[in-house]
């Protein structure tokens, strides 16, 4: 069968009068120029070819088309631009069929809205995620969507950027049919009845409105999740428009939003993060390195965190061994597990044959020696050196030589852990943020002898947890708590110079973090700091600022929430300003002599925003961090720093 060329990556050949389009262009047939430039000569030899009836598009490879090509944001639009190439499509007299062999996503699920029919593999999934780079659909999603699945369902898809299954899909009335055999020859089939009809365009469908009370519910429900972001506000008053504009001025609103929002800062710092998550996976030195076989995972310890790794692990596929310093603190831990996966059972999240799986793969213990054949083990014991480094060394007693062993610590120095045993080179951190099993952020230490095989599986176990791995050296708190130290450092001095806790709290949720800072400080708890603070105390440089307005509270009880008072008091659980807190802070200004002045928002949310970027610096100096932008990941998707800002590093400038 001869393929015609469309162009470099579109190509086509012909079978019972259908054309059969392909898109090529990996990784995931982004819809480049040239791709673009392909579909609009196929359609144009479709349409001026009187043997040809139909035309089917597909994908090569695992998408069909995922999205618009993102690189091409930065830069002025390249003919032909997609809502040209999408309109083409819907107004080609002949019928065009899209065949969905993998993802299609953004304009991917565009170019399939605006083809007559769509007929998708069953591990299919589509979606308009747009939202999700700050930005609206830019090729007729927000008015072709809501003709195929109504107002609410199209509300909720466009305004989350969620993608949907196949099967979903089919129930919204986004495809027509799953397809049960081979996909492009269904998709043949189809085009072939489909040359014998009217052909239905979905521009010229009515949009369903539905019960406002369901549009609204649906509207409520994007807006409760976008805190600070523009795009799901745009998306759903573009939506709502396309139940009672013409489809032409629906477009013409919607390009002229998309083109508003795509120069603009929220989608500038979104499409830093989306390329810094891609960034953080490559690491130095590991080209062609393979990682050791993990199937069986030890963990030691089945506290809260522990707890929260095993299920993380066995939510993965991974054998589970998990012990504890007794058959009785064995039971309980295994309880606390089969808890956990059984609210995720309840909730729906598992199904039954899920729930025994993981239970099957569940090993518990009262004895170390249960580990023998784990193929890692992580450590999430008490963080005190002494009894991590005498649990280390009884691994090594235990273990096989290849197997890896991992702290979890979130301060000690994993080198001096290493050192504890006969053969350094196979430890390495593995920082997971609590709750373990929810948080996608895990900072991977890599230690002074940690051999490269060790960090790659180390990096491969995150990926398969569905983690998202930042590589960081060894330094105190490494790079995540480090600049938290320097943030609390900062806001405490912010409230020597004049500020309250409740005027930068205010100021920092109005920013986009999720707390403020001492609204964190009390939730985590104030004594942890202060016993790091009393340790660094002797070894502190005198001529360095240092606020001892946290060390009073500490030494007056006063230890956060839990204790009932901390940076705030807490009456019946309600946070409420403490005048007893405010007197101590102006006694340590009159102590120091500091004439307390009025901070706006602006200033609070910039000295504190600057001193984060300041520690990353610092970071990027000592070769702790390798790249600024993964900083950035780690305080969006550790701390609750907006996502939308692009970071601290990012609104510092610093790539
Ligand atoms: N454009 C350009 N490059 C892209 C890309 C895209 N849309 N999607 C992925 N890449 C690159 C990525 O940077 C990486 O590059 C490689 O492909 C593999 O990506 C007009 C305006 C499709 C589910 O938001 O969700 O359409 O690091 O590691 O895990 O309305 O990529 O190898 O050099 O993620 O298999 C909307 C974004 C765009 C989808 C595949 N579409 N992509 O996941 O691979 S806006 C999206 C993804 C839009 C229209 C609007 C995922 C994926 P490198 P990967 P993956």
């Not at 099967?167 to 986004?174: D, K, M």
């Not at 095993?310 to 939510?315: R, T």
């Not at 603070?533 to 440089?541: L, P, V």
């Not at 390798?626 to 969006?636: G, K, Q, Y």
Request: hydrophobic share 45%; glycine share 10%.
């Amino acid at each position: 069968m001869t393929a015609i060329t469309f162009s470099p990556d579109v190509s086509g050949t012909v079978t019972d009068g259908v054309l059969v389009v392909t898109l090529d262009n990996p990784p995931v047939n982004a819809a480049s120029q040239t791709v673009r430039a392909g579909i609009m000569a196929a359609l144009a030899h479709l349409n001026g070819n009187s043997t040809l009836k139909a035309m089917v598009i597909t994908g090569a490879g695992k998408s069909f088309v995922g999205g618009a090509d993102i690189r091409e944001f930065g830069k002025p639009p390249v003919d032909p631009i997609l809502p040209d190439v999408v309109s083409a499509i819907e107004a080609s007299e002949k019928p065009v069929i899209a065949a969905l062999n993998g993802v299609a996503l953004g304009g991917g699920l565009e170019i399939a809205l605006a083809c007559h029919q769509r007929i998708a593999a069953p591990a299919a999934k589509l979606g308009l995620p747009e939202v999700k780079l700050g930005l609206v659909p830019g090729a007729g999603g927000t008015q072709r969507l809501p003709r195929l699945t109504g107002v609410a369902a199209a509300i909720e898809m466009i305004g989350s950027g969620r993608a949907v299954s196949a099967a979903e899909a089919l129930r919204l009335g986004v495809i027509d049919r799953i397809a049960g055999g081979v996909l492009v020859e269904e998709a043949i089939a189809l085009a072939g009845e489909q040359a014998r009809r009217p052909t239905r365009r979905t521009g010229t469908l009515p949009v369903r409105a539905g019960a406002e009370a369901d549009l609204e519910a649906a509207a409520k429900k994007v807006l409760g999740k976008a805190r600070g972001q523009t795009a799901p506000a745009e998306a759903i008053r573009l939506v709502k428009l396309a139940a009672h504009a013409t489809l032409d001025t629906g477009l013409a609103e919607e390009r002229r939003t998309f083109l508003e929002l795509k120069d603009g800062e929220q989608a500038r710092a979104l499409r830093h993060v989306f390329f810094a998550e891609r960034a953080s996976a490559k690491v130095d030195g590991l080209e062609g390195v393979q990682p050791r076989k993990l199937e069986t995972i030890g963990i030691v310890g089945m506290g809260l965190m522990g707890s929260g790794i095993a299920v993380s692990a066995l939510d993965a596929g991974f054998r589970v061994i998990a012990v504890e310093q007794s058959a009785e603190a064995a039971e309980k831990g295994r309880t606390r597990i089969e808890d956990m996966l059984r609210k995720n059972l309840v909730s729906g999240r598992i199904d039954q044959t899920g729930f025994d799986a993981r239970i099957s793969r569940l090993k518990t213990a009262g004895d170390k020696a249960a580990l023998q054949p784990a193929d890692l083990v992580i450590e999430a014991v008490f963080d005190d050196y002494d009894v991590k480094a005498t649990l280390f060394r009884e691994l090594e007693g235990i273990v096989r030589d290849d197997a890896i062993l991992a702290t979890n610590t979130s301060y000690l120095d994993p080198d001096r852990l290493a050192a504890e045993t006969r053969n350094p080179a196979r430890v390495i951190g593995l920082h997971f943020f609590s709750p373990a099993n929810i948080m996608r952020l895990m900072e991977v230490v890599k230690g002074a002898k940690t051999a490269p095989d060790v960090l790659a599986t180390g990096l491969q176990l995150a990926k398969r947890l569905g983690k998202l791995p930042i590589v960081c050296g060894v330094t105190e708190g490494f790079i995540g708590n480090r600049i938290f130290s320097a943030y609390r450092k900062e806001a405490e001095f912010l409230l020597e110079d004049g500020a309250s806790p409740a005027e930068i709290d205010s100021a920092m949720e109005g920013f986009g973090m999720a707390m403020g800072p001492f609204a964190v400080f009390d939730l985590a708890g104030l004594e942890i700091a202060w016993a790091r603070r009393k340790r660094q105390a002797a070894t502190r440089d005198p001529a360095e600022r240092y606020s001892v307005i946290a060390d009073r509270l500490c030494e007056a009880g006063r230890f956060g929430q839990k204790a009932g008072r901390g940076w705030y008091a807490y009456v019946d659980g309600k946070r409420q300003e403490d005048p007893a807190v405010t007197e101590m802070i102006a006694a340590a200004r009159r102590e120091k002599g500091i004439v307390p002045k009025d901070f706006t928002s602006g200033e609070i949310t910039r000295r504190l925003v600057s001193a984060m970027a300041d520690e990353g610096r610092k970071l990027m100096a000592e070769g702790i961090a390798s790249r600024a932008s993964d900083i950035d990941l780690v305080l969006i998707n550790g701390y609750g720093f907006p996502a939308h800002r692009g970071g601290p590093m990012f609104m510092a400038g610093i790539e």
